[in-house]
T-cell receptor, first 118, second 111 residues
Framework: GAGVSQSPRYKVAKRGQDVALRCDPI?????LFWYQQALGQGPEFLTY????????KSGLPSDRFFAERPEGSVSTLKIQRTQQEDSAVYLC????????????????FGPGTRLTVL | QKEVEQNSGPLSVPEGAIASLNCTYS??????FFWYRQYSGKSPELIMS????GDKEDGRFTAQLNKASQYVSLLIRDSQPSDSATYLC???????????FGSGTKLNVKP
């Protein structure tokens, strides 16, 4: 596609509910990233995929967060038993190159999913 | 200490002036550096990338990198009201592909 797409754009969940956020990267992009952005802050790294391999998940805040990219394209970020502190904008980004891509690691962001946990 | 530090602003400049945005980073191993613009309620949009010391110009934007001082800056010439946004600095090490973002500097360009 022309750009990174994410769905849903907005999600309201009751505390304790499970949610799934979807990301469609730019076609042909090897790398995919998930970020969490709180109001007034910069994006915080959550996890990184190169194709279908999850190479870094060090930013996931707890074991309630899980991400997958089974076919190396679309990715899903799942949050189980949501808590109020999970309320944030979840951004997905993709880049052309993989690890060691050097100058090809420019990231392009999707529109984000705004999650509100009540 | 945060990996990437930016003054939160707001930085106010009159229309037509030069806006200067600054960023420092803590990891000397950082190899690639990016500036993103983020309008309120929107996602970050890539403006510039820079990989080597010195200046890189693209239209009204100039990115400056000084690895010895661990300092990156963005100059916006002939600032326009449409440039009013939050500007995010991001740094990366190739080997780890983890990007660190600053909290952003809010820029207001007054007509």
């Amino acid at each position: 596609g022309a750009g990174v797409s994410q769905s849903p754009r907005y999600k309201v969940a009751k505390r304790g509910q499970d949610v799934a956020l979807r990301c469609d990267p730019i076609s042909g992009h090897v790398s995919l990233f998930w970020y969490q952005q709180a109001l007034g802050q910069g994006p915080e790294f959550l996890t990184y995929f190169q194709n279908e391999a999850q190479l870094d998940k060090s930013g996931l805040p707890s074991d309630r967060f899980f991400a997958e990219r089974p076919e190396g394209s679309v990715s899903t970020l799942k949050i189980q038993r949501t808590q109020q502190e999970d309320s944030a904008v979840y951004l997905c980004a993709s880049s052309l190159g993989g690890r060691l891509a050097g100058a090809y690691n420019e990231q392009f962001f999707g529109p984000g999913t705004r999650l509100t946990v009540l | 200490q945060k990996e990437v530090e930016q003054n939160s602003g707001p930085l106010s400049v009159p229309e037509g002036a030069i806006a200067s945005l600054n960023c420092t980073y803590s990891d000397r191993g950082s190899q690639s550096f990016f500036w993103y613009r983020q309008y309120s309620g929107k996602s970050p949009e890539l403006i510039m990338s820079i990989y080597s010391n010195g200046d890189k110009e693209d239209g009204r934007f100039t990115a400056q990198l000084n690895k010895a001082s661990q300092y990156v800056s963005l100059l916006i010439r002939d600032s326009q009201p449409s440039d009013s946004a939050t500007y995010l600095c991001a740094v990366n090490q190739y080997n780890f592909n983890k990007f660190y973002f600053g909290s952003g500097t809010k820029l207001n360009v007054k007509p």
